[in-house]
């Protein structure tokens, strides 16, 4: 049986950082943090032990959080707008900027969930590639080839666009 006491602080700030990589609001974050361990502790007798705890309460995050995306999703279904800018200038180079980045993310949303896990983990959530094998249970040459691959994919991407 496992000593949520113990798990807790040993995992507590690794789910936090993975779930700020996922949603990138510190608020929510730290939210879906303390539900992610209520869950554990309310199913800690169903923890098996055929992964490592950091896997299983990163899965647990990661659930909680796709929850947290549907109930926003009902909630608003207005889409968002720009905000009003002055300068027609700087208005101009704002709409490049977000076509831009609106690029690159559907690149990365055309990856596999997996490599798409792994890249928003190393980019956006400063995890070493050690942390993410551990995350996946695998090792930090296969976070690194996996890392690698997915940038690939978007470079060329690029490339294609760019002819």
């Not at 309460?57 to 279904?77: G, N, P, Y």
């Not at 997996?114 to 249970?137: C, M, N, Q």
């Amino acid at each position: 049986m496992l000593d949520m006491d113990v798990v807790y602080q040993r995992h507590a700030e690794m789910v936090f950082r993975f779930l700020m990589t996922l949603c990138r609001d510190e608020d929510t974050a730290e939210e879906l943090t303390q539900e992610t361990f209520y869950q554990a502790v309310r199913s800690s007798k169903k923890y098996d032990g055929s992964c490592k705890v950091s896997t299983w309460l990163c899965q647990i995050a990661k659930h909680l959080w796709f929850r947290e995306l549907d109930r926003r999703r009902k909630k608003t279904s207005l889409p968002l707008q720009e905000e009003m800018v002055s300068q027609n200038s700087a208005l101009e180079e704002r709409v490049c900027i977000q076509e831009e980045k609106m690029e690159v993310f559907r690149r990365v949303h055309i990856l596999d969930e997996t490599s798409k896990e792994v890249l928003l983990l190393r980019i956006t959530g400063s995890f070493s590639f050690r942390e993410i094998g551990e995350i996946f249970g695998k090792n930090e040459n296969w976070a690194r080839v996996t890392f690698y691959r997915a940038k690939q994919k978007i470079a060329k991407g690029e490339k294609k666009n760019e002819m």
